[in-house]
């Protein structure tokens, strides 16, 4: 298993956007949870704020001294931004390499074929680079695959060296995203009134079914554990 420059690329592509960092969350001063030391787990965060978007989030994990790491970014738009929600994961043990990586679309695109050109259909150039690796599958988890986009990236690796190329699946992701995000308008009010309602559930069914909360209730304790949640999502 080796390492990966995540968090370093993450934040070199997504400088275009000038992200700052976040100190507080809704008024919620959260400058605790940039690094947790617990007796299985270093946990770190770091949340950025930029224009047109409610929120960027980047975690690492490191479990068990290094033999299980999680990487994680989640990218929110604010309310009068029709961007789709971004997230990425990488989960790095000794045997094997997934990874996750998505937009999340904030239209019902059966009934929004505008919104479907426009921010789904210019993944399909990124999915299709990768689409045959050994390792790319369906996604198990059948509620993650009701929130997902026609061109979700879900891959289980086994082979050596196969991290860097975990990484650079994401990266070919976040580029595009930044590139959606450098193009984007404020859009309709009313317009907007159903899309939102849809992020907001989005994320609501990533905070209730996300797999990671209840290792960390066990090494963090339940009211911990569900502020960090919340903030990822």
């Known amino acids: 298993m080796k390492t990966i420059p995540y968090y370093e690329r993450i934040m070199e592509t997504l400088s ?4 700052q960092p976040m100190k507080t969350y809704r008024g919620e001063d959260i400058t ?7 007796e299985m787990m270093i946990y770190e965060m770091r949340c950025f704020e930029a224009e047109k978007l409610d929120k960027i989030v980047t975690i690492k994990a490191d479990i068990a001294g290094g033999n299980f790491i999680v990487w994680a970014t989640t990218i929110v738009p604010s309310d009068e931004y029709p961007l789709p929600i971004f997230s990425s994961e990488i989960l790095l043990r000794v045997g094997d390499v997934k990874v996750r990586v ?10 929004d074929m505008d919104y479907f050109e426009r921010y789904m259909i210019p993944m399909e150039n990124v999915w299709e680079k990768y ?3 050994e390792g790319v599958g369906i996604e198990r988890r ?3 695959r009701v929130l997902a986009s026609p061109f979700y990236i ?3 690796f086994h082979e050596e060296n196969i991290e860097a190329t975990t990484l650079d699946i994401t990266i070919d992701y976040l580029k595009l ?3 959606f995000w450098s193009e984007a308008k404020k859009a309709d009010q009313t317009y907007m009134t159903t899309l939102n309602e849809r992020k907001r559930a989005i994320l609501q069914t990533f905070r209730e079914k996300d797999p990671g909360e209840k290792p960390l209730e066990r090494i963090l304790g339940e ?3 569900h502020r960090l949640i919340d903030l990822l999502f």
């Open 154 to 156: 879900y891959g289980k």
């Open 177 to 179: 995203y930044v590139k």
């Open 102 to 111: 998505d937009f999340h679309p904030l239209a019902d695109c059966a009934r």
């Open 131 to 133: 689409r045959d690796l």
């Open 223 to 225: 009211e911990k554990a």
């Open 142 to 144: 059948a509620w993650a």
């Open 16 to 19: 275009p956007l000038n992200p």
């Open 32 to 38: 605790e949870f940039e690094k947790i030391e617990a």
